[in-house]
Protein backbone atom coordinates (compact mmCIF):
# COMPACT_ATOMS: atom_id res chain seq x y z
CA UNK A 1 0.00 0.00 0.00
CA UNK A 2 1.49 3.61 -0.98
CA UNK A 3 1.20 6.55 1.49
CA UNK A 4 -0.36 9.77 0.08
CA UNK A 5 0.20 13.38 1.02
CA UNK A 6 -1.77 16.30 -0.40
CA UNK A 7 -1.36 19.75 -0.28
CA UNK A 8 -3.51 22.71 -1.64
CA UNK A 9 -0.85 25.70 -2.06
CA UNK A 10 -2.24 28.72 -3.56
CA UNK A 11 -0.46 31.70 -5.77
CA UNK A 12 1.05 35.12 -4.53
CA UNK A 13 1.74 38.30 -6.16
CA UNK A 14 4.71 40.23 -5.63
CA UNK A 15 4.25 43.74 -4.75
CA UNK A 16 7.85 44.44 -4.25
CA UNK A 17 9.38 41.65 -7.38
CA UNK A 18 12.07 39.04 -7.29
CA UNK A 19 13.79 39.90 -10.55
CA UNK A 20 17.26 38.27 -10.94
CA UNK A 21 18.92 35.51 -9.25
CA UNK A 22 22.32 33.90 -7.86
CA UNK A 23 23.26 30.47 -8.11
CA UNK A 24 21.43 27.81 -5.96
CA UNK A 25 17.82 30.22 -6.35
CA UNK A 26 19.38 33.09 -4.24
CA UNK A 27 17.64 36.29 -4.99
CA UNK A 28 19.52 38.89 -5.98
CA UNK A 29 16.65 41.03 -3.69
CA UNK A 30 14.72 40.63 -1.21
CA UNK A 31 10.61 40.54 -1.86
CA UNK A 32 7.29 40.78 -0.50
CA UNK A 33 4.37 39.29 -1.96
CA UNK A 34 0.25 39.38 -1.25
CA UNK A 35 -0.75 35.66 -0.61
CA UNK A 36 -4.27 34.41 -2.79
CA UNK A 37 -6.16 32.19 -2.27
CA UNK A 38 -8.88 31.56 -5.57
CA UNK A 39 -5.33 30.78 -7.59
CA UNK A 40 -4.35 27.61 -6.33
CA UNK A 41 -2.70 24.32 -7.17
CA UNK A 42 -3.92 21.10 -5.61
CA UNK A 43 -1.30 18.43 -5.68
CA UNK A 44 -1.43 14.50 -4.04
CA UNK A 45 1.91 12.00 -4.32
CA UNK A 46 1.46 8.95 -3.57
CA UNK A 47 4.47 7.98 -2.06
CA UNK A 48 5.62 4.16 -3.63
CA UNK A 49 9.21 2.01 -2.91
CA UNK A 50 11.23 2.53 -5.90
CA UNK A 51 12.87 -0.92 -7.06
CA UNK A 52 16.64 -1.09 -7.55
CA UNK A 53 16.45 -1.02 -11.56
CA UNK A 54 13.23 1.12 -11.68
CA UNK A 55 14.76 4.18 -14.00
CA UNK A 56 11.93 6.90 -13.32
CA UNK A 57 11.53 9.05 -10.14
CA UNK A 58 8.05 9.85 -10.47
CA UNK A 59 5.13 9.96 -12.55
CA UNK A 60 3.23 13.39 -13.58
CA UNK A 61 -0.33 13.29 -14.33
CA UNK A 62 -1.52 17.03 -14.53
CA UNK A 63 -5.60 17.59 -14.41
CA UNK A 64 -5.06 13.78 -14.96
CA UNK A 65 -3.01 13.86 -17.96
CA UNK A 66 0.62 13.11 -18.84
CA UNK A 67 2.29 16.14 -19.09
CA UNK A 68 5.99 15.82 -20.32
CA UNK A 69 6.68 19.49 -20.57
CA UNK A 70 6.57 19.98 -17.14
CA UNK A 71 8.97 16.91 -16.58
CA UNK A 72 11.87 18.52 -16.15
CA UNK A 73 11.24 21.42 -13.57
CA UNK A 74 10.26 18.44 -11.28
CA UNK A 75 13.00 16.42 -12.18
CA UNK A 76 15.93 19.01 -11.44
CA UNK A 77 13.69 20.20 -8.48
CA UNK A 78 13.85 16.14 -6.95
CA UNK A 79 17.76 16.74 -7.90
CA UNK A 80 18.47 19.53 -6.08
CA UNK A 81 16.75 17.98 -3.04
CA UNK A 82 18.77 15.11 -3.17
CA UNK A 83 21.39 16.63 -0.81
CA UNK A 84 19.14 17.50 1.70
CA UNK A 85 16.92 14.80 1.51
CA UNK A 86 19.02 11.52 0.89
CA UNK A 87 15.91 9.25 1.02
CA UNK A 88 13.98 10.54 -1.34
CA UNK A 89 15.97 8.38 -4.23
CA UNK A 90 14.15 5.55 -2.73
CA UNK A 91 11.22 6.39 -3.65
CA UNK A 92 8.98 6.71 -6.25
CA UNK A 93 6.33 9.89 -6.63
CA UNK A 94 3.34 9.14 -8.32
CA UNK A 95 2.07 13.28 -8.68
CA UNK A 96 -1.28 14.26 -9.48
CA UNK A 97 -1.53 17.84 -9.85
CA UNK A 98 -4.77 20.11 -10.86
CA UNK A 99 -5.00 23.71 -11.08
CA UNK A 100 -8.30 26.29 -10.16
CA UNK A 101 -6.81 28.28 -12.74
CA UNK A 102 -6.37 27.43 -16.58
CA UNK A 103 -2.57 26.43 -17.25
CA UNK A 104 -2.64 28.74 -20.39
CA UNK A 105 -4.58 31.84 -18.71
CA UNK A 106 -1.05 33.05 -18.74
CA UNK A 107 -1.04 33.11 -14.76
CA UNK A 108 1.92 32.25 -13.20
CA UNK A 109 1.77 28.96 -12.15
CA UNK A 110 4.99 27.78 -10.85
CA UNK A 111 4.60 29.25 -7.19
CA UNK A 112 1.36 27.12 -6.29
CA UNK A 113 2.97 24.22 -8.01
CA UNK A 114 5.94 23.89 -6.30
CA UNK A 115 5.07 25.23 -3.15
CA UNK A 116 2.49 22.55 -3.25
CA UNK A 117 4.87 20.24 -4.07
CA UNK A 118 7.36 20.99 -1.44
CA UNK A 119 4.90 20.49 1.53
CA UNK A 120 3.86 17.34 0.09
CA UNK A 121 7.91 16.25 0.54
CA UNK A 122 7.97 18.21 3.64
CA UNK A 123 4.65 15.73 5.12
CA UNK A 124 6.13 12.49 3.85
CA UNK A 125 9.19 13.27 5.90
CA UNK A 126 7.58 13.62 9.15
CA UNK A 127 5.59 10.45 8.28
CA UNK A 128 9.12 8.99 7.88
CA UNK A 129 10.98 10.61 10.42
CA UNK A 130 8.13 11.00 13.48
CA UNK A 131 10.49 11.14 15.93
CA UNK A 132 12.03 14.69 14.59
CA UNK A 133 9.09 16.59 15.72
CA UNK A 134 9.16 19.93 14.36
CA UNK A 135 6.79 23.02 14.96
CA UNK A 136 4.20 24.61 12.44
CA UNK A 137 6.20 27.46 11.71
CA UNK A 138 9.50 25.19 11.56
CA UNK A 139 7.13 22.91 9.02
CA UNK A 140 6.39 25.93 6.89
CA UNK A 141 9.94 27.45 7.12
CA UNK A 142 11.41 24.39 5.55
CA UNK A 143 8.39 23.76 3.23
CA UNK A 144 9.26 27.33 2.04
CA UNK A 145 13.21 26.62 1.56
CA UNK A 146 12.06 23.57 -0.45
CA UNK A 147 9.52 25.59 -2.60
CA UNK A 148 12.47 28.13 -3.46
CA UNK A 149 14.74 25.14 -4.80
CA UNK A 150 12.14 24.43 -7.08
CA UNK A 151 10.86 28.25 -8.02
CA UNK A 152 11.72 31.28 -6.31
CA UNK A 153 8.56 33.06 -5.69
CA UNK A 154 7.16 29.65 -4.92
CA UNK A 155 9.07 30.10 -1.52
CA UNK A 156 6.49 33.01 -0.43
CA UNK A 157 3.49 30.80 -0.84
CA UNK A 158 3.55 28.86 2.24
CA UNK A 159 2.07 31.32 4.73
CA UNK A 160 -0.82 33.12 5.08
CA UNK A 161 -1.60 37.01 3.36
CA UNK A 162 1.99 38.36 2.79
CA UNK A 163 5.41 36.97 2.56
CA UNK A 164 8.74 38.26 2.26
CA UNK A 165 11.70 36.57 1.19
CA UNK A 166 15.33 37.29 1.31
CA UNK A 167 17.80 38.81 3.52
CA UNK A 168 16.45 42.15 5.11
CA UNK A 169 18.63 43.64 7.67
CA UNK A 170 15.32 45.30 8.97
CA UNK A 171 13.36 42.30 9.18
CA UNK A 172 14.12 40.17 11.96
CA UNK A 173 14.65 36.17 10.84
CA UNK A 174 14.38 37.10 6.95
CA UNK A 175 16.72 35.16 5.04
CA UNK A 176 18.04 34.40 1.36
CA UNK A 177 16.94 30.51 1.73
CA UNK A 178 13.37 30.72 2.76
CA UNK A 179 10.62 33.03 2.79
CA UNK A 180 8.59 34.17 5.74
CA UNK A 181 4.77 34.74 6.81
CA UNK A 182 4.21 38.74 7.24
CA UNK A 183 1.17 38.07 8.11
CA UNK A 184 1.05 40.13 11.92
CA UNK A 185 2.99 43.06 10.38
CA UNK A 186 0.29 43.95 7.96
CA UNK A 187 -2.54 46.29 8.77
CA UNK A 188 -5.77 44.55 8.78
CA UNK A 189 -6.87 46.13 5.35
CA UNK A 190 -4.61 44.07 3.40
CA UNK A 191 -5.63 41.29 4.99
CA UNK A 192 -8.95 40.38 2.35
CA UNK A 193 -7.44 42.49 -0.25
CA UNK A 194 -8.74 41.70 -4.14
CA UNK A 195 -6.83 40.72 -6.71
CA UNK A 196 -8.58 40.74 -9.56
CA UNK A 197 -6.32 39.71 -12.86
CA UNK A 198 -7.26 40.99 -16.28
CA UNK A 199 -6.66 38.28 -18.48
CA UNK A 200 -5.26 40.38 -22.10
CA UNK A 201 -3.70 37.51 -23.39
CA UNK A 202 -3.67 33.88 -22.17
CA UNK A 203 -0.95 32.68 -24.39
CA UNK A 204 2.31 31.33 -22.84
CA UNK A 205 4.70 34.16 -21.41
CA UNK A 206 7.10 34.76 -24.43
CA UNK A 207 10.23 35.22 -21.76
CA UNK A 208 10.53 31.89 -18.96
CA UNK A 209 11.48 33.83 -15.91
CA UNK A 210 14.47 31.75 -15.96
CA UNK A 211 15.58 33.29 -19.14
CA UNK A 212 14.24 36.93 -17.16
CA UNK A 213 16.44 36.55 -14.04
CA UNK A 214 19.52 35.72 -16.27
CA UNK A 215 19.51 39.01 -18.39
CA UNK A 216 19.68 40.44 -14.87
CA UNK A 217 23.54 39.25 -14.82
CA UNK A 218 24.96 41.51 -16.94
CA UNK A 219 22.00 44.45 -17.19
CA UNK A 220 23.09 47.88 -17.15
CA UNK A 221 20.69 48.50 -14.61
CA UNK A 222 21.84 45.85 -11.91
CA UNK A 223 23.17 47.97 -9.23
CA UNK A 224 20.75 50.39 -9.46
CA UNK A 225 17.47 48.00 -9.49
CA UNK A 226 18.84 45.85 -6.83
CA UNK A 227 19.36 49.01 -4.35
CA UNK A 228 15.69 50.20 -5.85
CA UNK A 229 14.21 47.01 -4.18
CA UNK A 230 15.65 47.51 -0.64
CA UNK A 231 14.68 51.34 -0.78
CA UNK A 232 11.04 50.15 -2.17
CA UNK A 233 10.90 47.37 0.39
CA UNK A 234 12.11 49.91 3.73
CA UNK A 235 9.25 51.94 2.30
CA UNK A 236 6.52 49.53 1.94
CA UNK A 237 7.10 47.58 5.64
CA UNK A 238 5.74 50.55 7.30
CA UNK A 239 2.98 51.55 4.54
CA UNK A 240 1.70 48.18 5.45
CA UNK A 241 2.00 48.18 8.68
CA UNK A 242 -0.33 51.19 9.18
CA UNK A 243 -2.33 51.01 6.03
CA UNK A 244 -0.94 53.95 3.92
CA UNK A 245 -2.27 53.17 0.67
CA UNK A 246 -1.09 55.78 -1.05
CA UNK A 247 2.15 54.35 -0.45
CA UNK A 248 1.55 51.11 -1.38
CA UNK A 249 -0.17 52.38 -4.59
CA UNK A 250 3.41 54.18 -5.15
CA UNK A 251 5.67 51.26 -4.14
CA UNK A 252 3.43 48.61 -6.11
CA UNK A 253 2.72 50.72 -9.54
CA UNK A 254 6.76 51.57 -9.69
CA UNK A 255 7.51 48.14 -9.02
CA UNK A 256 5.32 46.71 -11.85
CA UNK A 257 6.76 49.45 -14.78
CA UNK A 258 10.53 48.97 -13.23
CA UNK A 259 10.15 44.66 -13.72
CA UNK A 260 9.05 45.81 -17.53
CA UNK A 261 11.51 48.75 -17.82
CA UNK A 262 14.33 46.32 -17.18
CA UNK A 263 12.84 43.94 -19.53
CA UNK A 264 12.82 46.07 -22.36
CA UNK A 265 15.79 47.38 -21.84
CA UNK A 266 17.61 44.40 -21.80
CA UNK A 267 19.85 42.58 -24.55
CA UNK A 268 18.15 40.52 -25.78
CA UNK A 269 14.98 42.94 -25.12
CA UNK A 270 11.27 41.65 -24.09
CA UNK A 271 8.41 43.37 -24.63
CA UNK A 272 5.27 41.95 -22.66
CA UNK A 273 3.21 44.57 -22.96
CA UNK A 274 0.49 44.57 -25.36
CA UNK A 275 -1.92 47.07 -26.06
CA UNK A 276 -4.65 46.01 -23.90
CA UNK A 277 -2.32 46.22 -21.00
CA UNK A 278 -1.57 50.09 -21.42
CA UNK A 279 -5.01 50.89 -22.63
CA UNK A 280 -5.90 49.30 -18.81
CA UNK A 281 -3.33 51.18 -16.87
CA UNK A 282 -4.61 54.07 -18.02
CA UNK A 283 -7.94 53.21 -17.29
CA UNK A 284 -7.01 52.60 -14.32
CA UNK A 285 -5.44 55.98 -13.39
CA UNK A 286 -8.12 57.92 -14.74
CA UNK A 287 -10.56 56.32 -12.60
CA UNK A 288 -8.32 56.87 -9.73
CA UNK A 289 -8.17 60.43 -9.87
CA UNK A 290 -11.64 60.88 -10.69
CA UNK A 291 -12.78 59.13 -7.67
CA UNK A 292 -9.77 58.85 -4.94
CA UNK A 293 -10.47 55.39 -4.89
CA UNK A 294 -7.49 53.37 -4.11
CA UNK A 295 -6.88 51.09 -7.10
CA UNK A 296 -3.67 50.05 -8.22
CA UNK A 297 -2.25 47.98 -10.54
CA UNK A 298 0.64 45.39 -10.57
CA UNK A 299 1.90 43.28 -13.64
CA UNK A 300 3.89 40.17 -13.96
CA UNK A 301 6.49 39.10 -16.32
CA UNK A 302 3.37 38.79 -18.81
CA UNK A 303 0.90 41.10 -20.26
CA UNK A 304 -2.22 40.43 -17.63
CA UNK A 305 -2.72 43.22 -15.32
CA UNK A 306 -3.50 42.65 -11.70
CA UNK A 307 -5.78 45.25 -9.77
CA UNK A 308 -5.32 45.53 -6.17
CA UNK A 309 -7.90 47.18 -4.22
CA UNK A 310 -9.65 47.03 -0.63
CA UNK A 311 -12.46 44.90 -0.45
CA UNK A 312 -14.34 47.25 0.89
CA UNK A 313 -14.04 49.26 -2.74
CA UNK A 314 -15.87 45.87 -4.81
CA UNK A 315 -19.26 47.09 -5.57
CA UNK A 316 -17.67 50.72 -6.95
CA UNK A 317 -15.05 48.45 -9.02
CA UNK A 318 -17.52 45.60 -10.50
CA UNK A 319 -19.60 48.46 -11.89
CA UNK A 320 -16.78 50.62 -13.43
CA UNK A 321 -15.13 47.38 -15.25
CA UNK A 322 -19.13 46.75 -16.20
CA UNK A 323 -19.04 50.53 -17.59
CA UNK A 324 -15.68 51.29 -18.73
CA UNK A 325 -14.01 47.27 -19.77
CA UNK A 326 -17.01 45.07 -20.33
CA UNK A 327 -14.93 43.02 -22.86
CA UNK A 328 -13.44 41.72 -19.83
CA UNK A 329 -16.33 40.49 -18.16
CA UNK A 330 -16.41 37.76 -20.64
CA UNK A 331 -15.55 33.69 -19.78
CA UNK A 332 -11.89 33.60 -18.89
CA UNK A 333 -10.81 37.14 -19.01
CA UNK A 334 -11.28 38.01 -15.65
CA UNK A 335 -10.31 36.08 -12.37
CA UNK A 336 -11.33 37.47 -8.72
CA UNK A 337 -8.92 36.63 -6.23
CA UNK A 338 -8.18 37.88 -3.00
CA UNK A 339 -5.75 37.99 -0.11
CA UNK A 340 -5.96 34.51 1.22
CA UNK A 341 -4.99 32.85 4.28
CA UNK A 342 -2.28 29.75 3.00
CA UNK A 343 -1.76 26.30 1.89
CA UNK A 344 -4.69 23.85 3.44
CA UNK A 345 -3.52 19.96 4.19
CA UNK A 346 -5.66 17.48 2.65
CA UNK A 347 -3.62 14.17 4.05
O1 LIG B 1 9.74 32.29 -9.24
P1 LIG B 1 10.04 32.67 -10.64
O2 LIG B 1 11.40 32.20 -11.06
O3 LIG B 1 8.94 32.19 -11.58
O4 LIG B 1 10.11 34.27 -10.76
C1 LIG B 1 9.03 35.09 -10.50
C2 LIG B 1 9.27 36.46 -11.01
C3 LIG B 1 8.11 37.45 -10.89
O5 LIG B 1 6.88 36.78 -10.85
C4 LIG B 1 8.14 38.35 -12.11
C5 LIG B 1 8.27 38.34 -9.67
C6 LIG B 1 7.98 37.72 -8.33
O6 LIG B 1 8.61 38.15 -7.37
O7 LIG B 1 7.08 36.87 -8.22
Same mark, same amino acid.
Given at each position: ????????? &???????? #????????????? /??????????TNTSVHWLKRTPDEQKRFQFLFEGKPKPGFEPKILSFLDKLDIYLPWLKDWHLEINSANTFPHSSGIASSASAMSALALCIVSFEQHLFPDSFISDSQFFRRGSWFA??????? /?? /????? @?????? !???? +????????????????????? #????????SGGVKSVSSSAGHDLMN??????? %????? !? +????????????????????????? @?????????? /?? &? #?????????? %???? @???? !???ETKIPLAFTIDAG????????? %? #????????????? &???????KLIRDLVGTGPVCLS
Open positions: MSIKTQWIS &PSNIAIVK #YWGKLPDQIPMNP /SLSLTLSESHRLGSGSA /SR /SVFPV @ASLWGN !FLQQ +HDSSDEFGIGMADEVHVEFKN #YCDYIFIVRHFFREG %RIEQA !F +HHLKELLPALKTGDLEKFIQICETE @AMTLHGLMMS /SN &P #YYLLLQPDSL %RIIH @AIRN !FRNPNIHLLFPQ %R #YQEEIESWIESSL &PEYLAEG
